[in-house]
């Protein structure tokens, strides 16, 4: 295979095959209507608002732009006065449209046709959830269709989950159920679904088979063994996920997102989707290839794509170092603080890690690594500074990380000091979920120690100057972004206003001197994953030549107590001058 394979620009490869096709058949008269229709020109349409946030506006200075032209999706003009334009200006005010720096959109969509137990705090209460999501939707939970859900802790429970728990009630014994724990890296499973296993199963490196107080749960690597045996739904279930989640995702502002990880199967359903004009497709998404078999190196299997519209781009992968915190999964330089016992655990030992990096990278992908531990970080950190030995000058590593390479690491949660200043040196993009923060914040101190919050955890503000890119790894996290935005500037949680342990105070936010403003926290959710997808000529402004993605809001956001952002609702939202949401 060639060292940069061929980007795939379907929107022009079915044409210029037509054009083709009929000069080689003489018909002229063909090929005349064939070329006039190649680029056909939609009119052009002027929007004006109350006011419109670009890179230069200085809300509230009169001279702000209020109106903006658009034309074949993309902004053509943007002006100040909306009675030059002989437009009536619309109620609200328009901003670029927001991006998710780290979300799972098949993920998404099947949690909104699943049990959603965030929040759950007692086993009875997984129970009732489970109840009633069976009386919406009965005859699931068979060997063919199990029954699926995301969201339960074992922190907010009590007690790590077992079997025998969903067996208490006469409806759901015998039933098939796979239950994700929120940070999706453990799955709780009924005994059902333990039946289809072997009787005696074995360690599994990478993870781990939680044996007490009961079989049911199974961690990282360990849900390898599971997932073989899971009916995974099929192409038209897929396309409604797909469906499903986009239509949320725009109901909060998100005109695009970064894909975290899809299959080269899943690939090739969003190609035929994204390039059909049925499917309902309406998203701009940023996808990084993972391997049917994760930390492998398939890439006969994919190819890279970059739309001509810009709603679907392959040319990044991920690859995972470690697990999550909340499972003591996280891979530490020392042992955790309320577990002695363990360091956590590497999902790929170091070396296989360097080599996938510096064989993906050889490929021409962006190399983007889960890291959460300041173990997985550091080896995550080897790994590129590897691969861009292999891919830049000597003296150049820096420049050439960040003109052309643009690795990053995905969560970056716990990072070493030193760590912290060989990322600056190598320019590596720390891809950070604001929200992670503040819900691991009622547990960051056990797990960690003071002195690891105090210097390594949740950084923001002091890798600034490294372009972060925000998101909220939905559906881990509520996909709104602007509960990301309060979250990154307050320290707290969007859904209660407060902060840290159990009983915190709504007044002051967790580690507040990593906060962001503003200004800040917007870049984060527009222009920086623009930057850090290969797409910052095209996305995440308002600016004359960007594609026409924008949102509408009722207010400012500069303009509300910082409190009110955690509440703020979406008027519309705009995706290549074309409205995706309306709200009622």
């Avoid at 049990?115 to 759950?120: A, G, I, K, T, Y």
């Avoid at 005859?139 to 025998?164: K, N, Y």
């Avoid at 923060?437 to 003071?450: K, M």
């Amino acid at each position: 295979m060639s060292p940069h394979p061929p980007i795939v620009r379907w929107g022009l490869v079915l044409p210029l095959a037509a054009v083709a096709l009929a000069f080689y058949l003489g018909l002229d008269d063909q090929v005349q209507s064939i070329i006039s229709s190649l680029a056909p020109a939609s009119p052009r349409q002027t929007y004006c608002y109350q006011g419109v946030k670009t890179p230069t506006s200085s809300w509230p200075d009169a001279s702000s732009p209020t109106c903006f032209a658009v034309q074949d999706g993309r902004f053509v003009e943007v002006s100040a006065a909306a009675e030059e334009q002989r437009v009536d200006v619309q109620q609200g005010y328009a901003y670029p449209g927001l991006w998710d720096g780290h979300g799972h959109l098949l993920q998404y969509g099947e949690f909104l046709h699943s049990v959603d137990l965030f929040r759950s705090e007692s086993f009875d209460e997984v129970r009732r959830r489970l109840l009633g999501y069976l009386d919406r939707n009965p005859g699931v939970g068979g060997p063919e269709e199990w029954i699926r859900g995301v969201g339960w802790d074992q922190m907010a429970l009590g007690a790590m989950p077992t079997a025998d728990m969903l067996e208490s009630d006469p409806r759901l014994q015998g039933l098939y159920i796979m239950l994700d724990r929120v940070d999706v890296h453990c799955i709780w499973v009924s005994k059902a679904v333990l039946a289809l296993l072997p009787d005696d199963i074995p360690d599994v490196p990478g993870g781990e088979i939680v044996r007490h107080p009961g079989m049911g749960v199974f961690c990282d690597n360990a849900m390898d063994v599971v997932m073989a045996v899971w009916p995974r739904p099929g192409p038209q279930k897929k396309k409604e996920f797909v469906r499903s989640a986009m239509r949320d995702l725009h109901s909060v502002g998100l005109v695009g997102m970064h894909d975290a990880g899809v299959t080269p199967a899943d690939l090739k359903l969003y190609e035929e989707m994204a390039t059909s004009e049925e499917d309902g497709w309406t998203a701009r998404v940023y996808a990084m290839v993972e391997c049917k078999e994760r930390n492998t190196f398939c890439p006969e299997d994919v190819h890279k794509v970059e739309l001509d519209n810009g709603l679907l781009s392959v040319r990044s992968v991920k690859l995972f170092a470690d697990g999550a915190l909340g499972s003591w999964g996280s891979a530490m330089i020392e042992p955790y603080s309320d577990r002695p016992d363990t360091t956590g655990s590497l999902l790929v030992n170091a070396s296989t890690l360097t080599s996938l990096a510096r064989s993906w990278a050889a490929e021409g992908y962006q190399v983007n690594i889960h890291a959460i531990g300041d173990l997985a970080n550091r080896l995550a950190i080897d790994a590129m500074e590897a691969a861009l030995r292999d891919l830049c000058p000597k003296d150049g590593l820096l420049a050439c990380q960040t003109g052309s390479h643009r690795f990053r690491i995905e969560h970056a949660q716990i990072i070493h000091p030193d760590d912290q200043a060989r990322m600056f040196d190598l320019g590596i993009v720390p891809s950070i979920q604001p929200t992670h923060a503040t819900s691991d914040s009622a547990y960051a101190g056990l797990r960690l120690g003071e002195r690891r919050v105090r210097t390594e955890a949740y950084r923001m503000k002091s890798v600034w100057g490294l372009g972060p890119v925000l998101g909220s790894d939905f559906p881990v996290e509520p996909a709104n972004p602007f509960g990301g935005i309060y979250a990154a500037v307050t320290r707290r949680k969007p859904d209660t206003g407060t902060a840290g342990p159990v009983g915190g105070s709504g007044d002051e936010g967790w580690c507040t001197e990593e906060a962001l403003d503003l200004e800040q926290a917007l870049h984060g959710f527009t222009a920086a994953p623009a930057r850090a997808g290969f797409m910052e000529e095209v996305a995440g402004r308002i600016e004359k030549g960007m594609w026409a993605d924008w949102i509408v809001l009722d207010e400012r956001l500069e303009d509300l107590d910082v409190d009110d952002i955690r509440r703020v609702r979406v008027r519309e939202t705009w995706v290549g001058g074309k409205r995706v949401f309306k709200r009622e």
